[in-house]
């Protein structure tokens, strides 16, 4: 919907398809000059962390994988992770190792799910994956195929793909035997290969020029690339251990949507995979580099239309990381540790596939939760998203509101964003004055 | 012509309509036999209804959400719940048993944005449903199921026993009698395959009462097994805390816990 008059336009579009929850976009434009670009968050609250007071430490996993159908996984793990740290439980090294392949299965899917079915239509110009199919079937094959190998280790692993039933504080209900992982590894040789085939393939596609300034926050592990576990890294030099995320990001709450915006205490940052890949590059194993290098992709990239990419070369770090899992894999004497139950308080923060995601947790020496907060990736990535499209719409003013809503939609979806975990997303109105 | 399907997200995590991306060798099949007309999450194409068939994921939480519901349900042949969200109001429910707008300082410093209703209720408390399918989240069979039962025309086969048979079924052997471990199992909802007595965990009840349950007699079973009052109300109350027979069983576990 257009109004034009002379040298203004509002634009408004009633909804942004292929991100995971609604939003809108609302633009201001003045004089030629855009004024403002506010991203709308439609999702009604759920109030994850006011119920949460009152329950158990024990349900935190399942509860708030909930949050997000998507990324339950990284939900779990970084509850998991908090939880233990308040009580001062350390894990089992074997235990670890099945966390980080359990995340890599989610790592995959999630991956998978986005290049193929939510970003690459909008480089070749489809309206979905299914419109892709019918040209190129036997890409979007493979795109669905690579996604159920992630599957596969989350079934294998969690008990089912969606809000998976096996993890708990402490560790696992129940260790996979050996053999059961077997097959697994059969499917991730393949995968490997298509993921290959994947970071060539989006490589080709052309990409805009975009700039993303501003610092790239990541976890960052000395001796991997770090996922469930590290101190968090920024391009500006922070380093900091979990604990001290309050101190250095803040959430404000806007009026215009019901996610609260991520603000570090030195303005807007990004998360994500492109934070991952210039923090961590050093830790990826060779045959990463070796893709990296061959498509063309140097050891920093700051164009997040370029994050899809990335996301290809993760999913291959991802295939290769579970295999070396399961390859050095001995079930573990016990699933889980003990975890009685400590007062205090404790942080955890993992990489979810659309980067950090911070829980903090403070519960009572029974076990019951009487604080809880949860930071999420869009809700951090949101301002700088807002940053990104001033630009990016301003350099865009000539195109006429069908092509520059799809170019904005395509651009906020480099970030992945989850608005059921920020909570809802797009719905463009420019307002052209 | 081939029947439109829509799917419509309400208040979730949008785990249930990802179980639609998930069926990853049924997906391009099932899109071929239908005219994919509205899903947000897979397609930006948006095609006007009437539509055959619409699959509702998600609980009504706003003034919006209900208005929406209702226009729904006009332009559908048939309108299918999918989900706890969908079907007993999901775990946002856990707002209907606080004060909603306490629940709100918790979480917002600015209160006076957020516009909520005091209560999350599933799309039946406001418009007919021709069929609801349980789980948090639902079973891919189960939906690939209730699609094609739509698609042809009949009903869809779904088992209305709990997950107990569904145990049997798998050759797990029970956890409550050989592991002494508390599971829902003998009043939830069959649908999911048993996953977790085959993890060594009990039931959890995501899928929601059985059709036919006796929790009140049940009930014993597990406080035998160890649970107190307080780990029953909590286990009733998640993720289908508003579904009839586990708020009820809720609400005695917790009449009992006051009583001592
Ligand atoms: S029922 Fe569960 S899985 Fe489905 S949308 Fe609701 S919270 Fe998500
Ligand atoms: S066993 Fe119970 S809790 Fe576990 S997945 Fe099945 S219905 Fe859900």
Not at chain 2, 119 to 132: G, K, N, V
Request: aromatic share 8%.
């Amino acid at each position: 919907m257009t109004h034009s008059n002379t040298g203004s336009r509002t634009l408004s579009v009633a909804s942004l398809a292929r991100v995971e929850g609604e939003g809108s976009m609302h633009v201001v434009v003045r004089d030629g000059s855009v004024q403002d670009v506010e991203l709308r968050i439609f999702e009604p609250p759920r109030f994850f962390e006011a119920f949460l007071r009152g329950r158990s430490y024990t349900e935190v996993p399942d509860i708030t994988a909930r949050i997000c159908g998507i990324c339950p996984v990284a939900y779990q793990m970084s509850a998991c992770q908090a939880i233990e740290d308040a009580c001062g439980v350390t894990i089992d090294a074997q235990v670890r190792a099945l966390r980080r392949l359990l995340y890599c299965g989610e790592w995959i899917e999630s991956h998978a799910l986005h290049i193929y079915l939510l970003h690459a239509p909008d480089f070749l110009g489809y309206e979905s994956s299914i419109e892709l199919a019918r040209d190129h079937r036997d890409i979007v094959e493979r795109g669905l195929q690579l996604k159920k190998v992630g599957n596969d280790i989350l079934n294998v692993l969690g008990g089912r793909a969606i809000h998976p039933v096996n993890v708990r504080v402490g560790g696992f209900y129940k260790a996979p035997a050996v053999a059961d992982l077997a097959p697994v590894a059969e499917r991730l040789r393949w995968a490997r290969d298509a993921a290959i085939d994947t970071a060539r393939w989006v490589a080709t596609f052309e990409f805009p020029d975009l700039m993303l300034d501003g610092d790239l926050v990541a976890l960052h592990h000395d001796r991997e690339y770090a996922i469930n576990d590290g101190r968090i890294a920024s391009t500006s030099g922070l380093d900091i251990t979990v604990s001290k995320f309050p101190e250095h990001f803040g959430e404000e709450h806007v009026a215009h949507s019901t996610a609260l915006h991520g603000r570090a205490r030195a303005g807007a940052f990004t998360v994500g995979p492109l934070a991952r890949y210039n923090l961590n590059f050093d830790q990826l194993p060779t045959i990463v580099k070796q893709v990296a290098a061959d498509v063309g992709l140097g050891r920093t990239c700051r164009n997040p239309f370029k994050s899809i990419i990335v996301r290809a070369l993760e999913v291959v770090f991802a295939c290769d990381e579970a295999l070396r899992i399961i390859d050095a894999y001995e079930p573990p004497a016990r699933p889980s540790s003990d975890m009685p139950p400590r007062g205090g308080t404790g942080h955890g923060c993992t990489e979810a596939p659309r980067g950090l995601l911070y829980h903090r947790y403070t519960i009572d020496a029974e076990g019951i939760i009487s604080d809880a907060v949860i930071v999420p990736p869009t809700a951090q990535n949101q301002p700088s998203i807002e940053h990104g499209l001033h630009k990016f719409v301003q350099d865009r003013l000539h195109m006429d509101d069908l092509e520059l809503t799809r170019q904005c939609e395509q651009a906020i979806r480099n970030y992945d964003p989850c608005i059921s975990c920020a909570t809802h997303f797009l719905d463009l109105s420019v307002d052209r004055g | 012509m081939q029947p439109k399907l829509a799917v419509w997200k309400f208040s979730s995590c949008d785990g249930c309509q990802l179980t639609l991306l998930d069926c990853e060798d049924e997906l391009l099949e099932v899109a071929g036999q239908v005219e994919i007309a509205y899903f947000l999450e897979a397609s930006r194409a948006v095609v006007a209804g009437p539509y055959d068939l619409s699959i509702v994921e998600g609980s009504i939480t706003t003034a919006d959400d209900v208005e929406r519901i209702r226009e729904v349900r006009r332009m559908s042949r048939h309108v299918v719940s999918i989900g706890a969200c969908a079907t007993a109001g999901g775990i946002q429910a856990l707002r209907n048993f606080a004060d909603v707008r306490e629940f709100t300082s918790v979480v917002y410093a600015h209160p006076e944005y957020i516009h909520t209703l005091d209560r999350s209720t599933p799309p039946s408390a406001h418009i007919d449903i021709d069929f609801e399918l349980h789980g948090c989240p639902i079973d891919k069979g189960q939906l690939l199921e209730v699609i094609t039962a739509f698609l042809h025309g009949r009903r869809p086969q779904i088992a209305s026993h709990s997950v107990c048979v569904e145990c049997k079924r798998r050759g797990t052997v029970c956890v409550m009698v050989s592991k002494g471990i508390p599971c829902l199992g003998p009043v939830t909802h069959a649908g999911c395959g048993a996953i977790c007595p085959a993890f060594n965990r009990g039931c959890y009840g995501c899928f929601g009462p059985a059709d036919t349950t006796n929790i009140p007699a049940f009930v014993g079973a597990l406080s035998a097994a160890g649970m107190s009052d307080f780990d029953l109300v909590r286990v009733f109350r998640t993720f289908n805390a508003e579904a009839p027979a586990f708020r009820e069983a809720s609400m005695a576990a917790e009449a009992a816990e006051d009583r001592r």
